[in-house]
């Protein structure tokens, strides 16, 4: 067992694999399907796996390489832990074997992405954002596989959104089970990389491009915008419209009202998160639609919970909430 000193999560456990010497130790974690964490050292295209003496990995700050390293591992470790222990998901797949994280990839990179040829996931160090490891952003990218090993959602248009809302959906909620002092779960993804974040599941529209509700074209937009759907649905669904919540509920087109209180109950997180993940993995196919996907989690919900349930109604009232019929 090691020790990672990340960027955004503080101190954390890291299972890494040690030489028959018991002298080097490698980044790579043989109790999460073999794990393992590269240095793309600024370029594109060539992979040094990190190995260490002491088995601490990082200082908490970017004046150490391994820092992002850990936060790799950290965030990988974290997203199998949340998939496997509350939806029974043995990795991205679904076959016990995990991807690689590649940190430092390219210069001044301002993204992050998951490859299905690659089946890895890749971290730019940015420049105008800080590097892009976050918990919620490594849940995010880890997503982008299991989704492509499910639904396979097509990255554009409606299904396009909904991809992303289901990586944005999961990278959250695996933000929320690793209950860390230092990031604690929250409705906004990338909070720590900018001033703001790369997107906010409660108003959507706070970026000035996401959708807050659907309406007849929000295909069209960027599937990071289009997620806006998705993400507020989700949100709705597990939080509600409780009085205090900035919760708003659409009307028309992209226009959201003030709702009055316990117009929408939330049935929780844990709840919402098994009726997607049921939807996702059950329902969906490759060329979704947000109807669709209504009837859809309807579907996942009726299975886990009755048709006359009170969750079933919420996902409902949480459709409709944002004006998807
Ligand atoms: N970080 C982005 C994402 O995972 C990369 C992309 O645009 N595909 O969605
Ligand atoms: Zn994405
Ligand atoms: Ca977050």
Redesign the pocket.
Known sequence: VGQGKTLYSGDVTLHDNKNAAGTKYKLKDLTRGKHYVVDMKKSTGSETIFVDTNNVWGNNSESSNETVAADAAYGQNVTWDYFKNVHGRNGIANDGNGARSRVHYSSNYD????SDSCFCMTYGDGSFFTP?VSLD?AG??MT?GVTSRTAALI?SGESGGLN?GT?DIFGSMAEFYANNANDPGDYLIGEELSSSP?RNMITPSSDGASADCWYSGVGNLD??YSSGVANHFFYLLAEGTTNGSPSKTCVSGNTRVATGNGTLTGIGRDKAGKIWYRALTTYMTASETFAKARLDTVKAATDLYGASSPEVAAVNAAWTAVNRP
């Open positions: 993204n992050a992405f998951w892009l952003v995010h990218e982008h990255y992303e990586s790369l599937v990071h």
